[in-house]
């Protein structure tokens, strides 16, 4: 208990005294992180229109894959990564192992089928909803669903949060991919991993609550921006 | 929202700086160095010296051994000395050049129900066979698992492969190993300076220590720039030259825990 409230007391101290280093590593976390959601939207969100359209044989094995993919464990996502950008890996060119770039294409390929996945099921959920109306206004597929996008964009929104979250909060890929390097490459995770290890449990349960502040003001922000949309655009 | 325009300003600042940095070196290192504290006291040492700035990544030597034959390290800095020979025998490493040594020490509960406490590490460790005394393996060919390894083996002993229940093959580092020492109270080796370092120790204390079979060298090497040809070797020999130099020698020994050295340099000249 008391180390709860130790714990509690050091976070609001790092916090409130704007500590130089924490701010790097919450800001590299941050930055990391929305590359990862932002490139994984913009491959994902296309996938999951056309699973959710096509009438294609394919269809059903790829929703199966997909779904599965979401179970996907962020150390062997970490584990591959490593290996394709490792000096002797086929992408070793890159020179992106132990970059933030690195994880930035771990944490992306670990999101995509999450993005994916309940795109594609939202997507098809409001297609049965709007069917029937889109007939009757004579839509073409392509045009449905595009409306279908716009109409379901909080909803897609949402899944977006549930990618960021899983990517912010994964410790296993950017570890791995990573390596945790002071100034370079540590983030919020890998930070709180290493104090553990040092023994150091208030302080690494203080930067726990620093991460849980970030990721509810980034759900807070997310939550404004949509009330500011609807209130706006109805 | 003042205080992350700040954090923006500083990310992209670090960002431009260290796109301007002459030159990166990547050092593949070992828990026990990082961890303890004593690459931050060296770091900004030699960067001043040199201009070379250093990004550490901190394994098991195991794990660091295997991040240089990848190509993925300019220099490995580890403690495993037939590891290191095998490394450079093999060709993946240049050279390796002895630099410091510390000293590994067990640790166990403060009430030592094995009886284990004394000076010499075999008995110490055959008290903690017979008492069937909870042990924590590293379990990860980490330096320290193999050093734990062969001193089982002196002790005529190997509980490792009998799979006995009270030795436990927890497959992780230094610390998290501690940790699980620390909420068990059971036994385990550890290198003095993570031990130094570690604050979780609950009733933990050292049993055994000052053994000669304790000594724990630590070594470097460049990465062989013939296997992998975007190898920097030349700032990668100059940070091994400077550690070895009267300076970087110096550093080292400058470098304590509550008024304690935990690192011995002994380069040789």
């Known amino acids: 208990m008391s180390l709860l409230v130790d714990s509690a007391a050091e976070a609001i101290r790092m916090v409130a005294s704007a500590d130089g280093k924490l701010l790097e590593i919450a800001v590299l976390s941050l930055r990391v992180s929305a590359t990862a959601t932002l490139i994984a939207a913009i491959i994902a969100l296309p996938i999951a229109a056309w699973v959710a359209q096509t009438r294609s044989a394919l269809k059903t094995p790829v929703v199966v894959v997909l779904n599965a993919c979401m179970g996907l464990p962020p150390v062997i996502v970490g584990l591959v990564v490593y290996l394709l950008l490792s000096r002797s890996g086929p992408l070793g060119a890159l020179g992106w192992l132990f970059t933030p770039s690195g994880m930035i294409f771990a944490q992306t390929v670990l999101i995509t089928p999450i993005i994916a996945a309940l795109a594609r099921q939202t997507l098809e959920d409001a297609q049965i909803e709007y069917r029937d109306l889109f007939a009757s206004l004579g839509l073409s597929r392509w045009q449905s669903l595009v409306t279908l996008l716009v109409e379901t964009r909080f909803s897609l929104l949402v899944v977006l949060l549930a990618g960021f979250g899983r990517a912010i909060a994964e410790v296993g890929a950017v570890m791995m991919v990573g390596g945790n390097i002071a100034g370079e490459t540590r983030v919020m995770t890998t930070a709180i991993a290493l104090e553990t290890s040092k023994g150091e449990l208030a302080l690494a349960l203080a930067l726990g609550m620093v991460l849980l502040a970030i990721v509810l003001v980034v759900n807070g922000f997310a939550h404004w921006g949509k009330m500011w949309i609807g209130r706006r655009y109805g | ?269």
């Open chain 2, 1 to 269: 929202m003042k205080l992350f325009l700040k954090g923006l300003v500083a990310a992209g600042l670090s960002l431009c700086a260290s796109l301007s940095a002459a030159e990166t070196i990547v050092v593949a290192s070992t828990t026990s160095t990082d961890q303890s504290g004593l690459f931050a006291h060296l770091l900004p040492a030699f960067e001043k010296a040199s201009g070379v700035k250093v990004k550490v990544v901190a394994l098991g030597s195991g794990q660091a051994l295997d991040v240089g034959r990848r190509g993925d390290a300019d220099a490995v800095f580890v403690h495993d000395q037939i590891a290191e020979e095998k490394f450079v025998a093999d060709g993946f490493g240049v050279a390796r050049v002895p630099v410091m040594y510390n000293d590994f020490v067990l640790i166990g509960p403060a009430t030592d129900p094995a009886r284990a406490a004394g000076r010499d590490i075999v008995a110490g460790l055959a008290a903690v066979y017979s008492a069937k005394a909870d042990f924590v393996s590293r379990g990860d060919k980490s330096g320290t698992h193999a050093a734990e390894l062969r001193l089982w083996k002196q002790a005529g002993l190997d509980p490792a492969s009998e799979k006995a229940k009270w030795y436990r093959d927890t497959g992780s580092g230094m610390g998290p190993a501690l940790n699980t020492a620390a909420a068990m109270n059971a036994y385990v080796l550890s290198d003095r300076a993570t031990w130094l370092a570690f604050k979780n120790r609950q009733n933990l204390k050292i049993i055994v220590e000052g053994d000669s079979k304790l000594f724990n060298q630590y070594g470097v090497m460049l990465v062989n720039p013939k296997k992998h040809a975007h190898i920097k070797a030349q700032p990668a020999q100059r940070f091994i030259d400077w550690l070895v130099s009267g300076e970087g020698q110096a550093v080292i020994a400058s470098f304590r825990i509550n008024g304690e050295q935990l690192f011995f340099p002994n380069a040789r000249k």
